[in-house]
């Protein structure tokens, strides 16, 4: 493996407003991972019998709490039981928020807060489709969930109590993987974005953006070669560790671990300190010309 490490470290040990760590937007943004190792998302005495994928229902991949509405998705359990899970994803959405805005306070008044989540299943354990096994390394983009270059922001902690780091694969960087592929990428099918928010298959227009970053994570994780032998290394995120990533640029790949919280806040590239440095923009001006 290459030895490319696009990691950047912080030692902040708050989430709240007096942290050391302020304006990077500028790394965020050039594609870097943005380590927190002294952050914990702390759990209290009565939270930490969540600890335990019997919380979640049988068909959830996670337990959720979707925004504005407050709602709990994925979870089984009695009423009160619920509502403590809630609570603990609720408080990760506040933290999490409180973070964001300090590191990047030039996207204050433009984040909106996504699906929070918290993740009990093994990533080992999963078994699943080529198109969904995010043990192969990938940008995100989602069939049903155009992004029309709304940009997807994460923050993640890892909460295992037992030691078991997050290992995740991180790759290239996304103007070499965009070149990589771009020339084996065509022109949507015509009508064919319409066609699909006719029949609701998406959930609002698939852009030309859209289709080319759904080719990206496809052609990336149905090419074994790449997987195999295309820059990339290895970070192990210990228990207590906290990374905040733009997610559909960075190439990742989750090999392990259990227990983690993930936050997601969207960002209108437009709103981005320097929007060209956005997978749009690169793409654009590798294309050339101007994307929808
Ligand atoms: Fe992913």
Redesign the pocket.
């Known amino acids: 493996m290459s030895s490319i490490t696009p990691i950047r470290v912080y030692p902040d040990s708050t989430w709240s407003e007096d942290g050391p760590t302020r304006g990077v937007e500028a790394v965020i943004e050039a594609g870097e991972v943005l380590q927190f190792p002294n952050l914990p998302f702390v759990l209290t005495p009565a939270e930490r019998k969540f600890l335990d994928p019997r919380w979640a229902d049988a068909k959830a991949k996670n337990i959720s709490v979707r925004w504005p509405a407050n709602e709990l998705r994925g979870a089984a359990g009695d009423a009160a039981d619920l509502a403590a899970l809630q609570a603990m994803i609720g408080r990760y959405a506040e933290q999490s928020e409180a973070l964001a805005l300090r590191l990047f306070p030039h996207y204050r008044g433009h984040l909106r807060r996504g699906n929070s989540s918290f993740r009990t299943v093994n990533v080992a354990g999963r078994e699943t489709s080529w198109r969904k096994d995010?043990t192969r390394l990938?940008?995100?983009a989602f069939p049903s969930n155009p992004m029309q270059g709304t940009r997807l922001l994460r923050v993640f902690c890892n909460i295992n109590p037992n030691g078991l780091p997050r290992q995740w694969r991180v790759g290239e960087p996304f103007e070499d993987h965009a070149k990589r592929y771009l020339p084996k990428i065509g022109r949507p099918i015509y009508g064919s974005a319409a066609l699909l928010e006719m029949l609701h298959i998406t959930k609002r227009r698939r852009t030309e953006s859209d289709h080319l970053m759904l080719k990206l994570h496809d052609l990336a994780k149905a090419d074994a070669e790449f997987q195999r032998s295309s820059p990339q290394a290895r970070v192990d995120f210990a228990p207590g560790t906290t990374w905040v990533v733009f997610?559909d640029q960075v190439l990742?790949?989750?090999m392990g671990g259990q227990y983690m919280m993930e936050q997601t806040f969207y960002l209108d590239a437009a709103h981005q300190q320097r929007p060209e440095a956005s997978p749009r923009g690169t793409l654009e001006r590798l294309l050339g010309r101007e994307l929808r």
């Open positions: 995010d990938h940008v995100d997610s990742h790949a989750a």
